[in-house]
C-alpha cells in the first residue's frame, strides 16, 4: 500500500448534523479531507445527495471561515453496502416497522441498524488504506448515543485495536464528539462557522425531512433540544459583556424564526 499520509482524514459522511459537523473539523485539522457516504438500504436516501451537496461546498465554506488548513476540496465518495438492510430487520430501512418513540427497557430502539458502525468503519478503514490515509473520523457520540451500543467509545477503541491488527497498520479512529452533547455539538459547529449550514442543509430527521426535520421522531426531538440549550447558554453566559448578550439574543431570534 502507499505510504501513511498523515495529513489526511477519512470522514464518514452521512450528511446530517453529527458527521457535517465532524466534516468541517477535519478541515480544520488536516490538510485534505476525503468523505465517503455509505448507501445502507435506509430508506431515506435522499440523504446521501444532501451529504454529496454539502461536501462539494465545504472546502469553499471553510475557507471563507478561515478554517481550511490545507486549503483544498473534500474529496467525496459513495460506498453501496445495502447488504446490511438484508442482515436485519428495523425501522430504519424497512418501511414496515413502526418506529420506535422512546428507547425500550430492555434494549435499543428499533432505529438501531446492527452493525452499522462495524460495517461502516471497517469500510472506511479498508477504503483508506488503499488511498494511504490513516486517520478516520466519525461523529459518533457516547453521551446522546440513544441507546446504540456502536457509538460507545469501548467500542470505538476495540474496533480500532481490531482494525490495527487486521490489517497490521496503524489507523487512527477520532471521534471529536464523543464526549459532548447535541447543544455543545451546536456549539461546535458554531465554533466552525457552519451553524446555519448544519442547521438547514443537513438531514437527521428519521422521517427523512432536512433541516430542522420532522420535528416529532426522536432524532428531531434530540436535535431540537440541544439547539434550544446551545442557543439559551448564548444568552446566558456570565462572562459575555451587555453587547455580547444582545448581539447573542438577536441572533437566536433570527435563527428560531428561520
Ligand atoms: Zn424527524
Known amino acids: 500500500m502507499n505510504p501513511m499520509n498523515k495529513e489526511t482524514a477519512l470522514v464518514v459522511f452521512s450528511g446530517g448534523q453529527d458527521s457535517t459537523t465532524c466534516l468541517f473539523w477535519a478541515l480544520k485539522h488536516f490538510q485534505k479531507v476525503v468523505a465517503l457516504t455509505f448507501i445502507y438500504g435506509q430508506k431515506h436516501v435522499l440523504e446521501v445527495g444532501m451529504a454529496r451537496k454539502i461536501a ?51 434494549g435499543p430502539p428499533n432505529t438501531f441498524v446492527p452493525g452499522r458502525n462495524l460495517f461502516f468503519i471497517s469500510v472506511a478503514a479498508v477504503f483508506a488504506r488503499e488511498r494511504g490515509i490513516n486517520h478516520l473520523v466519525t461523529g459518533v457520540s457516547q453521551t446522546d448515543y440513544s441507546g446504540y451500543p456502536d457509538c460507545r467509545d469501548a467500542f ?41 449550514l448544519v442547521r438547514h442543509e443537513t438531514l437527521t430527521c428519521y422521517n427523512g425531512v432536512p433541516g430542522d426535520g420532522c420535528g416529532e421522531c426522536p432524532a428531531c426531538k434530540l436535535r431540537r433540544t440541544g439547539l434550544e440549550e446551545f442557543l439559551d447558554s448564548l444568552t446566558h453566559t456570565p462572562s459575555s459583556t451587555c453587547e455580547e448578550r444582545e448581539k447573542f439574543s438577536q441572533r437566536r431570534i433570527q435563527t428560531l424564526k428561520s
Request: proline share 2%; hydrophobic share 40%; with cysteine.
Open 56 to 106: 462539494e461546498k465545504a472546502g469553499e465554506v471553510a475557507r471563507k471561515n478561515g478554517l481550511n488548513c490545507g486549503g483544498g476540496n473534500v474529496d467525496w465518495y459513495q460506498m453501496d453496502v445495502s447488504f446490511i438492510s438484508q442482515l436485519s430487520h428495523n425501522s430504519l430501512t424497512d418501511s414496515s416497522i413502526v418506529m420506535d418513540q422512546d428507547k425500550p427497557a430492555d
Open 156 to 196: 470505538i477503541k476495540a474496533l480500532n485495536v481490531s482494525l490495527n491488527l487486521g490489517m497490521d497498520e496503524q489507523f487512527v479512529i477520532h471521534t471529536p464528539l464523543m464526549w459532548i452533547d447535541k447543544a455543545q455539538t451546536w456549539a461546535k459547529a458554531d465554533r466552525l462557522g457552519v451553524l446555519d
